[in-house]
């Protein structure tokens, strides 16, 4: 199983910009899909995106599409979230998860991101 | 997109008793790609279940998924004390990938 740890997190004001970033453990990242998914306080969960194994395919939910670019470095093993023009719906804990295909199977224990003035 | 939705939104039972949790899906689920996953409070979610039906690795095997198609359900036969928390169905067929509401299992 991969160990995923999350980084970045942190208080920006609306129409800002962060990067969360996410350091694996597991020497085999590269065999995994990773993903984002985030939630809200007191929310469920929602998916953001998705890269593939390899970086080549990235898919997003349509409410960070454009605003949002997941990317990743499988020689330092580690996957990134780019987040630009954030607005205060962006507020949520963001959970680094990876797995086989499509299908989670690991998850970080998240940081915490909170848009506001 | 596929809508997932759960129900109850909350169950209240006693340690022991059987839960049973429903998932609908607003259209088909392909080859059955929907994962079942529990999370406690403060913490990340966990993969119970995978593939419908299939125990992920140190899924206790008082926990059972079944159903096809676009109705799913996941039961828990005994509940444990550490059963206690919020389950999410999440199908993995087509993107967007998406969530239930999920079902919080408090005690009675």
């Known amino acids: 199983e991969v160990q995923l740890v999350e980084s970045g997190g942190g208080l920006v004001q609306p129409g800002g910009s962060l990067r969360l970033s996410c350091a694996a453990s597991?020497?085999?990242?590269?065999?995994?899909?990773m993903n984002w998914v985030r939630q809200a306080p007191g929310k469920g969960l929602e998916w953001v995106a998705i890269?593939?194994?390899?970086?080549?395919?990235?898919l997003y939910a349509d409410s960070v599409k454009g605003r949002f670019t997941i990317s990743r470095d499988n020689a330092m093993k580690s996957l990134y979230l780019q987040m630009n023009t954030l607005r205060p719906e962006d507020t949520a804990v963001y959970y680094c998860?990876?797995?086989?295909?499509?299908?989670?199977?690991?998850w970080g224990q998240g940081t915490l991101v909170t848009v506001s003035s | 997109e596929i809508v997932l939705t759960q129900s109850p939104g909350t169950l209240s039972l006693s340690p022991g008793e059987r839960a049973t949790l429903s998932c609908r899906a607003s259209?088909?689920?392909?080859?059955?790609?929907l994962a079942w996953y529990q999370q406690k409070l403060g913490q990340a979610p966990r993969l119970l279940i995978y593939g419908a039906s299939s125990r992920a690795t140190g899924t206790p095997d008082r926990f059972s998924g079944r159903g096809s198609g676009t109705d799913f359900t996941l039961t828990i036969s005994r509940l444990e004390p550490e059963d206690f928390a919020v389950f999410y169905c999440?199908?993995?067929?087509?993107?967007?990938?998406?969530f239930g509401g999920g079902t919080k299992v408090e005690i009675k």
């Open positions: 259209q088909n689920v392909g080859k059955n790609y």
């Open positions: 597991e020497f085999t990242f590269n065999n995994f899909w």
């Open positions: 999440q199908q993995y067929a087509s993107s967007p990938l998406t």
């Open positions: 890269i593939k194994k390899d970086g080549t395919e990235e």
């Open positions: 998860a990876g797995g086989v295909g499509w299908l989670i199977t690991s």
